[in-house]
């Protein structure tokens, strides 16, 4: 190892947090909210009727529901999610004011593909309430029927009509309800509910991004509850369990089962091939005792790969120590801003270096930069990234302090690879930097896999 290489690897180095061994496995500060742990993305399609969202328009002034508020009459487009939140977050006592479920589902769901999280559940907490008597009358006379399989809505011959308000289907199921048609009032409750149960994963979904995973727990069971076979809400309960109750084993086994539910129900869902990945984590997180244990064990293992790496390696790769004359050379140096610039331009040639290939002389760049910058996220990761890719014994270690110490910079070092045309080095780079950091973005690192 060159002296520049030495001083880069000891000066990035030592920025590894001292309460970890050495080698030890990559923890993210925190976990993102995502919920790849859950569906938390709030995209798709809005129901029919649902106010325009930036970019979009009502295919029909006639497609809203009984009691929306009134879109523009004047020609004009339609207003922005962002003006239609303005004028909804300015009109007085609108939380307070009585709503269909229909119109508090609308609400609901505008603040949270919006990123309203608390404003979000506030809406679909009143559409679940307005829902709660045909939920009641469901559960009543589900249990009525024991194990009677419910009929679905067409053989009840319910006679729902699409766009029907959920309080006349409501109705419906009360009226056979009240003949005593056990099987008939649950067929058309269960059809009814079916808006709820989207609503009921949504509120989940914002409960949990707003940072109250028990209550997010709680809604999520709600969901199952009426249906035992939701695929959202399978899957969000499974990695909120996960995620938050890692040292729980009854809980992670909890998990298990509901990712291992989602794959037998829906073989060939989109979420299938995550929760296969995730039923296999979780299992292994049970055997090892609990998430701590698991980590504790991927560091051994890391050390003694790390120790087998090094005692293999030619002489000349070992690093150099260092003299405390090239320290002192390294911290007396004046900062001047050419001196900085430089270090900015070496740093973007480095990735250039990267997305071409040349990882020996983009490690050159990295090099003369990390002395100087060695809290460099950017100058971090690529300095890892070459590392692993010219596969020196050092790489593990360097880039288990830059996963650890800076994850957001090495997924941004996979995002520049792919603009700069380098998409297998992208992917590759994810996913390493998913398998040993599997609590950083799921969700953002699972889309850019899949794409």
């Known amino acids: 190892m060159n002296l520049s290489l030495a001083l880069a690897t000891a000066a990035l180095l030592a920025a590894e947090p001292s309460s970890l061994p050495p080698g030890h496995p990559p923890v993210p500060p925190g976990t993102q909210a995502s919920p790849t742990a859950p569906s938390m993305g709030g995209g798709g399609a809005l129901p029919q009727g649902h106010p325009p969202l930036e970019g979009q328009t009502p295919t029909s ?33 609108l ?21 309203r999280n608390v404003d979000a559940d506030t809406y679909l907490q009143q559409a679940e309430e307005r829902a709660k008597p045909v939920r009641d009358l469901f559960l009543a006379q589900k249990k009525k029927l024991g194990k009677t399989p419910v009929p679905t809505a067409e053989a009840a011959r319910c006679g729902f009509t699409p766009g029907q308000p959920l309080e006349a289907m409501g109705q419906v ?7 005593g048609d056990a099987a008939g009032a649950t067929a058309c409750a269960r059809a009814a509910l079916e808006p ?59 998990a298990h089962e509901g990712f291992e539910a989602v794959q037998a129900l829906n073989p060939n869902s989109a979420r299938a091939a995550t929760a296969k990945r995730m039923s296999a984590l979780v299992d292994e997180t049970v055997k090892a005792g609990g998430r701590a244990k698991l980590l504790a064990a991927r560091a ?24 405390p004359e090239m320290v002192d050379a390294v ?40 002395p100087f910058q060695p809290e460099n996220g950017r100058a971090k990761a690529g300095m890892a990234w070459a590392l ?50 599997p609590d950083y973005n799921k969700a953002g690192l699972q889309a850019k896999l899949s794409r």
């Open 61 to 93: 002034p006639d497609a809203l529901p009984s009691g929306h508020p009134p879109l523009s009459g004047t020609g004009k487009a339609p207003p922005s999610a962002d003006e239609l939140l303005r004028q909804l977050d300015s009109t007085e006592g």
């Open 95 to 115: 939380k307070g004011r009585e709503k269909t479920f229909e119109i508090a589902a609308s609400l609901g769901r505008l603040y949270y593909v919006n990123g």
């Open 173 to 179: 199921a009360s009226e056979r309800a009240k003949k």
């Open 196 to 254: 709820v149960l989207e609503t009921g994963v949504m509120r989940a979904n914002a409960l949990y991004l707003g940072g109250d995973s028990a209550a997010a727990l709680a809604a999520y069971g709600a969901v199952l509850e009426v249906e035992p076979r939701h695929e959202e809400a399978l899957y969000g309960r499974a990695s909120v369990l996960f995620e938050t109750k890692g040292e729980d084993l009854a809980a992670l086994k909890q």
């Open 300 to 323: 051994e293992d890391r050390r003694i790969r790390l120790s087998q790496a090094l005692a293999a390696a030619p002489a000349q790769d070992a690093p150099r120590p260092l003299t």
């Open 331 to 370: 911290k007396n140096t004046e900062r001047t801003p050419e001196l900085e610039q430089g270090l900015t331009k070496l740093v973007e040639e480095g990735e250039e270096h990267l997305a071409k290939g040349r990882f020996q002389e983009a490690l050159g760049n990295y090099t003369r930069v990390v």
């Open 388 to 437: 692993v890719g010219l596969g020196r014994p050092m790489a593990a270690r360097v880039w288990g302090v830059a996963v650890q110490s800076d994850p957001a910079s090495v997924e941004k070092l996979g995002d520049m690879l792919l603009e700069k045309g380098d998409a297998k080095g992208a992917k590759a780079l994810w996913e390493k930097l998913s398998s040993d950091a």
